[in-house]
């Protein structure tokens, strides 16, 4: 059932309270943000409150892990800077997210946005207190989550304030949920790629998209423990000892299932991490070496399977895509998947939406979600707290 959204809601004249997600990176020496992409997806649903005739529009967010108590290189000052340049209109930065002078100040500022201080300043956000959300809620008329980034966290302005108030989802929010839905209700055939460092992370993905993935083409470290559990040899790879079993039954399930498991079947192996110079192409990994990438023969295996595709889940990088010398696999894959003209290509979160910024293409796909861990737990087929809470459009 499709939740509730902002063009189901009156905002004309309310005063309305958005959790976004501006869980930003700061610049260490200066404290400025030095990624703005979490600050500007934000911006269509801000635009639309202002021009639906909010009469305030109360943004609130977290920033790193003060873990409940007030540092001030965690503060909000930087972030509002960078949404009032975005927004080209002021942005009224208050000192704490509760009390009677954040209601006051809220009430007397010419701003039409306000931004409050750290949520995580307070240790009854990550507790889900019910009174901290009682508080935070009376600051509004209505509620708007837009923070997918957070939806799986039961916390105080994520899932509690949406007892007390009008609640709806947020643009980015409802069209994380549609992409991601369709990830979970694809056009066939669907090719889902996994990368990334361990079998362990992504176990309840792997297990809920066997039951509806045509092919799964596994890459990164997490490849090495499937080849190990095979008996390839690994030489000193990343390989998870205590899950050889599991990648076993997994491999198992797929041929049950009839579902396509593509390994790689050359590799980009290193000596050392640090030692690029002693880069090499190698089919079987000797002994002393490890893998960081894969090699071309998978690039053009997984290309082979990707150009039949109608629909693409990417989650999790095919190398050390981090480091140049180990970048070209995960790459040539990205940059494939922007040639994919009649499939629908998403990308969840984390470390595969990092590359897909590094190599400019975020613009190019179908959807690249905003939520690491979040989109995970959607693709694991979990209730998401600060989906859930959200009332159900009426038939």
Not at 13 to 41: E, M, Q, W
Not at 50 to 55: F, H
Not at 332 to 346: G, K, P, R, S, Y
Request: hydrophobic share 45%; proline share 4%; with cysteine.
């Amino acid at each position: 059932m499709a939740k509730l959204s902002l063009k189901d809601l009156d905002f004309k004249g309310k005063k309305v309270i958005v959790r976004v997600d501006f869980n930003v990176p700061l610049d260490k020496k200066t404290g400025a943000v030095t990624d703005d992409v979490r600050i500007r997806a934000a911006v269509p649903t801000i635009k639309y409150l202002l021009d639906a005739g909010a009469k305030k529009l109360i943004l609130m967010s977290h920033l790193g892990r003060p873990d409940g108590k007030i540092v001030d290189n965690l503060r909000m000052n930087a972030v509002a800077k960078m949404l009032a340049d975005i927004l080209a209109e002021p942005v009224e930065k208050l000192d704490d997210c509760v009390g009677d002078e954040v209601k006051k100040k809220i009430d007397s500022t010419v701003c039409r946005v306000v931004l409050l201080e750290n949520l995580r300043f307070h240790a009854e956000e990550e507790d889900g207190d019910e009174n901290f959300a009682k508080q935070l809620a009376s600051l509004a008329d209505v509620y708007v989550n837009d923070a997918f980034g957070t939806a799986h966290r039961a916390h105080a302005s994520t899932a509690i304030i949406a007892k007390f108030l009008p609640s709806c989802l947020g643009f980015l929010m409802e069209k994380e949920v549609n992409y991601l839905t369709t990830a979970l209700n694809p056009r066939k055939p669907y090719v889902v790629i996994l990368g990334g460092a361990k079998v362990s992370d992504k176990i309840d993905v792997i297990t809920n998209l066997l039951k509806k993935a045509d092919a799964i083409l596994i890459g990164g470290a997490m490849a090495y423990t499937f080849l190990r559990a095979l008996r390839f040899k690994t030489g000193k790879s990343l390989v998870e000892e205590d899950k050889l079993d599991l990648a076993k039954s997994i491999l198992a399930d797929a041929k049950k299932r009839k579902v396509k498991i593509v390994l790689p079947v050359d590799h980009v192996v290193v000596d050392n991490f640090d030692n690029a110079a002693s880069k090499q192409i190698v089919e079987d990994i000797p002994e002393g070496f490890m893998g960081v990438d894969i090699g071309p023969k998978s690039v053009n295996l997984f290309k082979k399977e990707l150009e039949k595709a109608k629909t693409v889940l990417w989650n999790g990088p095919l190398g050390v895509f981090e480091n140049p010398h180990y970048a070209d696999g995960t790459k040539e894959i990205a940059m494939f998947l922007v040639e994919l003209q009649d499939a629908t290509v998403i990308v969840g979160g984390g470390d595969s939406a990092k590359a897909a910024k590094d190599f400019c293409i975020v613009n190019k796909l179908s959807h690249v979600s905003t939520g690491g861990g979040a989109s995970l737990e959607f693709l694991e087929g979990k209730e998401l707290p600060g989906i859930a809470v959200i009332p159900d459009k009426k038939k």
